[in-house]
């Protein structure tokens, strides 16, 4: 090795030139690794995109960032998801075993697997017949009808005795 090093800085040999790029090279490239391990190790947890090191840890003892005397940060706080609120019953009028005058049948809209409910109001008996689902039905006053939407599609609610459709029920796939 004391060939390699011969010759001292000043004699202008080839030898020395690459020995001193070689030495220069080999220590940049040391330090310049040292300094990024050390940023990406030390420093890398204050961060907003900070890989979650200390997943299983409790949020709150991580401090806001390294060397800070503040409190430790908190979790966002997560807000209970809202109940959803229950669709509202729909009301089909019947007067005289027919629509309100000036309006036509009710549209009413389900999703094919859930119970599907509406009120019927009328003030004298009625009969119906719900075409396609084979419900037919006799009510003396407002009553609520139910039943689960097992088909996809429209389907006509009728007055038995005049024929009218009252109301129209779309049944829709999920």
Known sequence: MAPF??????DG????????????????VVLGLGVLVYFVFV????????????EGKEPSTVPAHPGSPEEPAEAPKKKPKPKPKPKPV????????????????????????????FV???????????????????IESTSTISFKATKAGQFPVIATATLIGVADIQISKK
Do not use: C, M, Y
């Open 5 to 10: 090093f011969a010759g001292g800085s000043g």
């Open 13 to 28: 040999s080839t030898r020395s030139r690459w020995t001193d790029r070689i030495v220069g090279i080999l220590v940049g």
């Open 43 to 54: 420093h890398s947890e204050g961060t907003i995109d900070a890989p979650k090191v200390n």
């Open 90 to 117: 729909p009301v089909v009028e019947v007067v005289g075993g027919a629509p309100p005058e000036g309006s036509g049948p009710e549209q009413l809209h389900f999703t094919k697997g859930e119970k599907a409910s």
């Open 120 to 138: 019927i109001e009328t003030s004298e008996p009625f009969s119906f017949e719900i075409k396609g689902l084979g419900i037919t039905q006799s």
